[in-house]
């Protein structure tokens, strides 16, 4: 079985890096370098993946800077995603279990009732997770180092889609 799966990448506005999602007057590109010239309205960093939840407050579920979710596109011949303003509301669900397998992806949509997850319990006896949001998937975050292991599904309804080409 061939899955074709392609990891995003997360961008977090005003964080240093080595790689930049610049946002120009109407138009995204994505940098290793800032050139004066660029004349960058807002300024997106990349960032481990796993470490967006530094950027999400888990309490109250809103994002506390703005996010951008990216992955390869090589039909446009650059990036596709969108875009998470600052303080954008989030429904977090939280899937736990000692194996898990989602077969959702970021950038699909889902309702509520939905399927979003299998897991595996102590007892091995294969579990459905079932979705309490609905609206696009931003981010799945895995944590696999934590026992029982878990993902945090990411899920919002107020997003910008974004098209970044890249600056070599």
Same mark, same amino acid.
């Given at each position: 079985?061939?899955?074709d799966?392609?990891?995003?990448?997360a &961008?977090?506005? $005003?964080v240093?890096?080595?790689?930049? /999602?610049c946002?120009?007057d109407?138009s995204y +590109?994505v940098t290793?370098?800032?050139y004066?010239d660029?004349?960058c309205?807002?300024?997106?960093?990349?960032?481990p993946y796993?470490?967006t939840?530094e950027?999400?407050?888990?309490?109250?579920?809103y994002?506390?800077r703005?996010?951008?979710v990216?992955?390869s596109d090589?039909?446009?011949?650059?990036y596709?995603? &969108?875009l998470? $303003?600052?303080?954008?509301p989030?429904? /977090?669900?939280e899937?736990r279990?000692?194996s +898990?397998y989602?077969?959702r992806?970021?950038g699909?949509?889902?309702?509520?009732?939905?399927?979003?997850?299998y897991t595996v319990?102590g007892?091995?006896e294969?579990?459905?997770?079932?979705?309490?949001?609905?609206?696009?998937?931003a981010l799945?975050?895995?944590r696999p180092w934590?026992?029982?292991r878990?993902?945090?599904?990411?899920v919002?309804?107020?997003?910008?889609?974004i098209?970044a080409?890249e600056n070599?």
């Open positions: 079985m061939k899955v799966y392609v990891f995003p990448e &961008y977090v506005e $005003g240093e890096s080595h790689k930049y /999602l946002s120009l109407d +590109i290793t370098t800032i004066k660029l004349n309205k807002k300024l997106y960093g990349l960032v796993e470490k939840m950027y999400i407050d888990l309490v109250e579920a994002t506390k703005s996010i951008a990216l992955w090589k039909s446009k011949g650059g596709t995603g &969108y998470l $303003g600052e303080k954008t989030l429904c /977090l669900q899937v279990g000692s +898990i989602v077969p992806r970021e699909d949509t889902i309702r509520v009732g939905e399927y979003v997850a319990s007892k091995m294969v579990r459905k997770v079932k979705s309490k949001c609905e609206g696009l998937i799945i975050i895995d934590e026992e029982p878990r993902t945090l599904l990411v919002v309804s107020e997003y910008r889609e098209n080409g070599t």
